[in-house]
């Protein structure tokens, strides 16, 4: 069996479908993962890496004294299997097979990835041959191609992607750990430091605070409007940008009609098709589109997976020779752009045009077959065309632009006006997405003379540099050798997920800056690029066969242990510089209730989280904020003007922010509806009780009456009435918080249920609390837009929740409730339809104490309590029963239940009414009847 490993799942399937060549591919699950089979072979997909680096047990614990951050720099590491039915069913195959080929992406990420299945494989077996195959793209000719000629796996490859591995693995760990604990942070509010991406962050610091220390200058221009032949043309001051005013403005006191052209210089200029993309360039020109990098590079893996364009990594910008051009525009022929791949056929250029870098590895991107709008949807779609016309643009010939440069004169003052007209559209005609502009100017000769229409003095400043958006930092992190075209977008998504840095273009978060300049004050080597630049020389030399792993690892370690020593020297100046500086983050500004006090954001062990005051407990005010499952609270730039506090808001990974805006603004408004429902409140007072800063019910309760009637300047009963209703509406309010939590509980999440919305319609039906949710009917649930199913079972729910209730508040204690609640009894009726005796002997609690709570339940529902009978009674009563024959032990309780205690009973009982309530049949009850009167007559006989 001929057994192939591919990286995916997705290109193992198209893998099999190509070598199959024809033949029926099946698709086998074992645990949940596929195989694809066909004759004696059965591909199947990893998922990219399946085993992970780890520390060895024991330096898992933070807080550990013997395994401190710096222990983990020399820790050992052992590999987890992280994917565990696929490592279970790779090992079983490679029992069976006889051949075994890698067929992992082809760069060093992808060797590691194989080399990790390899050490799979030869643990399962020592003997099976493995092989490599090599590609580029998942296309029948690259893939037939690669094996029919496989080769080995690249040891030194994938070693040097090991070595990558464990030493990001080892800076990133011991960092984190070190600064982490030093701020005295732990949790979600880990600093994370990493060896690619602190030195990022610290490019992105950098550039805000040359932004921020940069001095605008002012400058003036000078510019002039005139006309020819009925064409508007705007011509510059040749001396460009003025410094001076006063020499901007004598040039414009001297700007004096007639405008003379004294020189027209024509000509032509190339522009040169572009070079092809590799991973940097793809994803610069996937940003004019609007892609980040990250979601352009998903798209793109995705593309190379499916078998549209080639592999999506590459620091490649030429084109090797066996690359088949012609071929390729064959098949593009039956591509949606099949005119612009006709038009380019017609007009190729001799040879495709070239960049800077040219590798082995990979070809530049480029497409490798056909895809339509509706196969691929539209974003990828808009990729797919990206690439497919780049592709076109570098096949097609060189653009012409004809030139032309216009000198004037006015009053001694110089003037020019520039054009430039597409004269050969060249490989703009297929690559619509580098704008030509065109500027077209009417024809001028010198010495002609020309109006002046308008003269234009404009002061401008200069502008600070711009922040980095992503495309550009990403330029910037390949010039600087920071990461690889791998890994870049990925370290920016991480800065972004960590809080580091936000928005696009990126500018750091309070935080990120924090952490960086503590670094950068105290182990400047951690947020520099030039280490991580070694360590890409070092993986050249390991790639070379020059360096062995263990050996730039070694040296690695030292150099962290070097940044150790500062580190450790300073760690209670950096705990304390971090921790000051980033307390400030929470904070929102002066407490309005003391006004000494700060407000600011805290966030308690679990989820909960809340804003209060720097001076409790003196000070006890305090906002409530939804747990953070809900989003993280964070400030944000802006100001409440009333009452200048920062805004706060609620951010979650991977879902839209949710804004809070002015946390007091938003208290006052989310308490108003319940303060507006305290009868002894109305709104002028309301407004007054907000200058007293008394926003909630709960506040207005705890009020004291005296001073609540002098602030407010109310009579003293007054003010007593108002905290009466008060606590009155608390006690409305609680009831309400615990319907809206009981639905939360009983109704399962599902896209598109708002419990907001469910709360507030049941709100129109009169539905506030669980008791009149027992007591309301389905149409109402069904109207919230609930099942008919689901609003059965949240009715029969709350029904046994509030008899709970009520049994609690008329007085039967939790404990009985539980035991009642354990047998079924779980309504209040069932205290009246069953006989106390049958409840006492299923509830297992005692006859007396069940007559006793009947009678409360009863009395309760304003029913005639079951008529007491003492035990000796009842044992009578049954004794006599029994004697009667035909009586059976099981009769006893039913007959009890319809009321028949004793031989009396049953004799004075209807028949027909026995049978019906306790099943018993009629005859059955008359022939007992019957025995019973004898043995009444025998009695009344003896007397
Ligand atoms: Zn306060
Ligand atoms: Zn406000």
Known sequence: MHVIVAEKNISARRIAQILAGGKKVTEKREGGVSSYRYGDTVTIGLRGHVVEVDFEPGYQNWRSEQYTPRSLIDAKTIRVPTEKRIVYLLQKLAKQADRITIATDFDTEGELIGKEAFDLIRAASHQVPVDRARFSAITPQEITGAFAKTTTLDFALAAAGEARQSIDLMWGASLTRFISLAARRGGQNILSVGRVQTPTLSMIVDREKEIESFVPEPYWQLSLLTKKAGQAVDTRHT?????????????YERTKAPLLVTDVKTGTKQDRAPSPFDTTGFIVAAARLNFSAANAMRIAEDLYMNGFISYPRTDNTVYPPSLDMTGILKTLQNSPFRKDVEWVMAHRRAVPTRGKKSSTDHPPIHPTGPASRDALGDDAFRIYELVLRRFLATLAPDALWKTQKVLFDAGGEEYTATGGQLLEPGWHAVYPFSEAKEVILPPFEVGETLPVNHVTLDEKETQPPARYTQSRLIQRMEELGLGTKSTRHEVIAKLVSRKYVEGNPLRPTLVG???????????????????TQTLEAHMQQIKGRARTREDVVKESREMLHAAFDQLEAHERAIGDDILGRTAEELNLGACPVCGTGTLAIRHLRGSTQFIGCSRYPECTFNIGLPVTQWGWAVRTDERCAKHGLSFVRLVKKGARPWDIGCPLCHHISSNRESLSEIPSLPPPLQGRLEALHIYTASDLAKSPPEWLATALDIPAPDAVQLIRDAEAEMALLKKRSECRKFLRNHLTPRKGRSYTAIVNVLREAGVTDISSLAHANAAVLRKAGISEQEAAQVLGEARSVHTMQTFREIGIPATSI?????????????????HPVMLAQRSGISLDTVYRHAGLVCGHLKRPAPKKMTKLQLEKGRKELMAIRGMSDAMILPLLQAGIADASGLLAADIKTVSASTGIPSDTISGLQASARKIKDNEIIRI
Request: glycine residues 4%; aromatic residues 6%; negative net charge.
């Open 239 to 251: 001396n460009g940008r003025f410094k001076e005013e006063a020499a901007a403005r004598q040039a």
């Open 513 to 531: 800056r924090v952490v960086t300049e503590s670094l950068e004050q105290h182990a400047d080597t951690i947020t520099k690029p030039d280490m």
């Open 818 to 834: 539980r035991k009642y609640h354990a047998a079924g009894i779980s309504s209040a009726e069932d205290f009246c339809t069953l």
